[in-house]
């Protein structure tokens, strides 16, 4: 099973999300495995503050309202008073496909135990991209998913079992309308990869873009967020241009426009398309808790010499981390506004790598038109951009050697050296556009 942060109290756990739900007691919790890049040493981090943000005065903060850092709150209470039927909360409160177990690379006789105890298997899929079998089980009635997930771990403690945890943007896109102005010169033809809701294919901004698209049984589920980040990597538009226009986007839709999209089994399985397909850097934009199955995805997609490019999310500086920026070697982007100052609400930590605009950029909006955007979610696509420019396919030291360049040339801001509020500092200040400089309705 997984662990929680330490510095998670008891009182955050018992206060998150839906008051009053009933947790039973958490589960035993193994270690989580450590992965870095091979040639990048990063410096470590002090803990996570519980005071402003470095740089930025308590006077500042006080005025700036953080109207993201609790939407995913939001999000999660109305998915588990929406859905009972097909959301769960698991021990710690955080929100599960229900009746859902991930069962990895279990004995066969292990297997057979559990089909004759009760247990009933959904489907099961091999991903030897990743070196990984998984299978999902829905536990008997009358034990429900954490007496479930014990027992399983009771019928093969070799196996991890873990619960389909569901995975949410971290951003928002408003209702301003925007357009965006000149953007830097196209890179050459290269590959980014994208994992997100689905992409407004019929949007202006990606009529010269080259997408390729997995998920949905191959239909069309356009979602204003994976719309919104895919602009900020390809799109192209009346001298509008993302971090890396000329690139080919991998786009995996992951929601497929259902609540209980987003889970970690279909994150895995996006990952593992972009194994296959060799995508040499690829973002998410998405948060949530720690998942074994999503962790050991990671870190195969690591190994490779993939870049992942994920965002730290928005609860703010003194929440605990999200997932999956915070496993190590992934690169873990916060967002800065105009003013070079971090986003109030974005987390804080040793997971913070790099920043990047993350507030009044102008993004294209499913159904057309353009949009105004806050949020980590579209910093990161900035910075896997510019990493995309870099890695023409995936390779471990090529991989480090485009980071570390990245790195090297980040605007420092906070305290000398690399921080847990800008990690190494800003890039791509010039790559994306902000809305504030756009002619609305254009």
């Given at each position: ?19 009053g ?22 410096p470590?981090?002090?803990?996570v ?23 995913r ?7 588990l ?5 097909l ?24 297997v ?9 298997l959904l ?13 999902v ?6 034990l429900?998913?954490?007496?479930g ?17 569901l ?6 896109v ?7 102005a ?8 290269l ?28 239909e ?33 839709d ?10 970690a ?7 593992a398309w ?22 050991l995805?990671v ?19 003194a929440a ?17 506004t105009?003013a ?47 990493l995309?420019r ?10 480090s ?5 990245l790195a090297?040339?980040?605007i ?7 921080d ?23």
């Amino acid at each position: 099973m997984r662990s929680k942060p330490r510095h998670i109290t008891a009182a955050r756990r018992a206060g998150r999300w839906l008051a009053g739900l009933a947790l039973v007691a958490v589960l035993p919790a193994q270690a989580l495995a450590q992965l870095r890049l091979p040639s990048l040493n990063l410096p470590a981090l002090p803990t996570v503050p519980s005071t402003p943000p470095l740089g930025e005065p308590l006077a500042d903060r006080l005025q700036r309202p953080a109207p993201l850092q609790a939407l995913r709150e939001r999000a999660v209470r109305d998915l588990l008073l929406r859905h009972p039927d097909l959301v769960e909360a698991d021990p710690l409160g955080d929100p599960i496909r229900r009746g859902e177990l991930l069962w990895l690379s279990p004995a066969a006789a292990s297997v057979e135990q559990a089909l004759a105890d009760g247990f009933v298997l959904l489907r099961q899929d091999d991903w030897p991209e990743l070196g990984l079998r998984k299978l999902v089980l829905r536990p008997p009635r009358e034990l429900g998913s954490a007496a479930g997930a014990e027992r399983l771990r009771r019928l093969d403690a070799n196996a991890v079992v873990e619960f389909n945890h569901l995975y949410l943007p971290g951003g928002e896109v408003s209702a301003a309308p925007a357009t965006a102005a000149k953007a830097p010169p196209g890179a050459a033809p290269l590959r980014v990869g994208l994992v997100d809701g689905g992409v407004d294919r019929r949007h202006p901004a990606f009529a010269q873009a080259s997408l390729r698209a997995f998920g949905c049984g191959g239909e069309a589920h356009p979602s204003a967020h994976g719309t919104a980040v895919a602009s900020l990597l390809v799109g192209r538009e009346r001298g509008f241009a993302g971090a890396v226009p000329q690139a080919t986007l991998f786009a995996a839709d992951v929601y497929c426009e259902r609540p209980v999209g987003g889970s970690a089994e279909e994150v895995a399985a996006a990952l593992a398309w972009m194994a296959r397909e060799q995508v040499p850097v690829v973002n998410v934009s998405l948060v949530g808790p720690p998942n074994r199955l999503l962790e050991l995805a990671v870190q195969a997609l690591l190994r490779r010499g993939h870049l992942l490019v994920a965002a730290v999310g928005n609860d703010g500086p003194a929440a605990p981390p999200l997932y999956p920026a915070a496993y190590p070697g992934v690169v873990g982007v916060t967002g800065v506004t105009p003013a070079r100052r971090a986003l109030p609400e974005a987390a804080q930590g040793p997971q913070v790598m790099l920043a990047a605009p993350g507030a009044e950029l102008a993004v294209a909006r499913a159904g057309g038109g353009w949009r105004a955007a806050r949020g980590t979610s579209f910093a990161a696509p900035v910075v896997a951009g510019l990493l995309a420019r870099w890695l023409a396919q995936p390779d471990p030291q090529a991989a480090s050697a485009a980071l570390a360049r990245l790195a090297a040339g980040a605007i420092d801001l906070g305290t000398p050296g690399r921080d847990p509020v800008y990690g190494f500092g800003l890039v791509g200040e010039a790559a994306p556009t902000r809305a504030s400089a756009m002619r609305a309705g254009d």
